[in-house]
């Protein structure tokens, strides 16, 4: 009796303390934003609203982005928090400016990025101590936020490998690919076509559902397991403002 009696209070306690963040709405005429619900341990632990913009700048294509992430957990063993605002302009097939502030397990970290002409340079402030971070851009084949498995081929082997530049740890990583499959991916009441890619780096393994809407890319899932643990990611909701 002992026992269901404290497993129940622990159910209890999950219900009570996994909470909900709300993101205020980014809005950006033309854009398509897209909202997610993390779930970690089974159980929805916060949510992403991110928000994609493209536009024709001297004749050469821009995409700015904008992601913000809230997540709130809480078990009887285990805290996280996270709070996250990233934004990105890709100019052609390049980052050429990036930032994120993010507040996590008591740091506050504001990093600010930019292509400097053959270099890419990082200034971090994390909770006041200041560092600058630079990456030859010939060492890395994308970054990150290009998402480049999106529309890239694999060839008849359905692998492939990059150098990326992984602008969360800031470090150009060798990232192995293997196209899945295709399929359709749904949201409400309309289905989006994706491909199912997996992906490896010493930094974390992921099978992403990724796939284009109009001119923008579309991440649809996420299911990966960093250094964090694991966690999955679900697009709910998808518009062009």
Partial sequence: MKKY???????????????FSRIPAISSPGAIEARYEVVAKGFRVGNIHTSQRTANEGGVKVVHFENRTAVKASFLWFRYNLMTSER???????????????????????TEGRL???????????????????????????????????????????????KMLDTEFMTVVERSYRLVREEAYRIGDKEYRCRIVDFTD???????WIGKEGDAVIMFRQDGKGRDGSYSVRATGLKRT
């Fill in 5 to 19: 009696t404290v497993l129940l209070l622990f159910l209890l306690l999950i219900t009570a303390v996994v909470l």
């Fill in 88 to 110: 990105a302009v890709i100019k052609g097939e390049n980052l050429v400016s990036y930032s994120l502030n993010k507040k996590e397990k008591g740091a506050d970290v504001t």
């Fill in 116 to 162: 400097d002409g053959d270099t890419f340079r990082f200034n971090v402030n994390e909770n006041g101590k200041k560092r600058t971070i630079a990456i030859p851009r010939s060492s890395y084949d994308h970054t990150t936020m290009e998402c480049p498995e999106a529309t890239m081929a694999f060839g008849a082997k359905g692998r492939a490998v990059l």
């Fill in 202 to 208: 010493p930094n974390k393994s992921c099978r992403r």
